[in-house]
T-cell receptor, first 116, second 115 residues
Framework: DADVTQTPRNRITKTGKRIMLECSQT?????MYWYRQDPGLGLRLIYY???????NKGEISDGYSVSRQAQAKFSLSLESAIPNQTALYFC???????????????FGPGTRLTVL | AQSVTQLGSHVSVSEGALVLLRCNYS??????LFWYVQYPNQGLQLLLK??????LVKGINGFEAEFKKSETSFHLTKPSAHMSDAAEYFC?????????????FGTGTRLLVSP
């Protein structure tokens, strides 16, 4: 089973609709991240959470909100979707404990979102 | 703030040829640096990372990268390209302001491998 899962994998929605993207992880990591990927722009950080009670805005948080329901779950919401939010969205996790994987981020398979 | 620059949005090589993907970073303190690979329709997978232990870092699938402080570079190389190496590659630097736990990604380089 995948360590970081995202649902749905693909979603087509209309302008103005509310949509939620979900991320779950079984790695036991405290830190979770949401990114969006656009062609030619790489990955840009939307929100990040260092534990259940700590949520921070990234560089492009406008138009998005998040919820950290539990250590293992981190959801991204678009309250009123617009076409320029069409992108590939990735969830990632990382371990805050010193060890071989310290500072490495582990990515989910992505959600392709299209806003018409 | 930290940043990375990847030169060349696309790099084309022939199978068996040397692969060189360039990455330059900007950081006021010794950084952690990463190369990730993204195969079609998949998430990102770590290729290798530099954490100051050794300047030449070996990763998976025959890739390696050398940290050069004087050039602020962390270029990715592979001696002989394989068709399966065709993918998009991202360089990333850790954000020291958050205790190295945020990553700043470059814009990516798509590697094309021809027979």
């Amino acid at each position: 089973d995948a360590d970081v899962t995202q649902t749905p994998r693909n979603r087509i929605t209309k302008t103005g609709k509310r949509i939620m993207l979900e991320c779950s992880q079984t790695k036991g990591h405290d830190r979770m991240y949401w990114y969006r990927q656009d062609p030619g722009l790489g990955l840009r950080l939307i929100y990040y959470s260092f534990d259940v009670k700590d949520i921070n805005k990234g560089e492009i948080s406008d138009g998005y909100s998040v919820s950290r329901q539990a250590q293992a779950k981190f959801s991204l919401s678009l309250e009123s979707a617009i076409p320029n939010q069409t992108a590939l969205y990735f969830c990632a996790t990382s371990d805050d404990r010193q060890g071989s994987s310290y500072n490495e981020q582990f990515f989910g398979p992505g959600t392709r979102l299209t806003v018409l | 703030a930290q940043s990375v620059t990847q030169l060349g949005s696309h790099v084309s090589v022939s199978e068996g040829a040397l692969v060189l993907l360039r990455c330059n970073y900007s950081s006021s303190v010794p950084p952690y640096l990463f190369w990730y690979v993204q195969y079609p329709n998949q998430g990102l997978q770590l290729l290798l990372k530099y954490t100051s232990a050794a300047t030449l870092v070996k990763g998976i699938n025959g890739f390696e990268a050398e940290f050069k402080k004087s050039e602020t570079s962390f270029h990715l190389t592979k001696p002989s390209a394989h068709m399966s190496d065709a993918a998009e590659y991202f360089c990333a630097v850790s954000d020291t302001d958050t205790g190295f736990q945020k990553l700043v990604f470059g814009t990516g380089t798509r590697l094309l491998v021809s027979p």
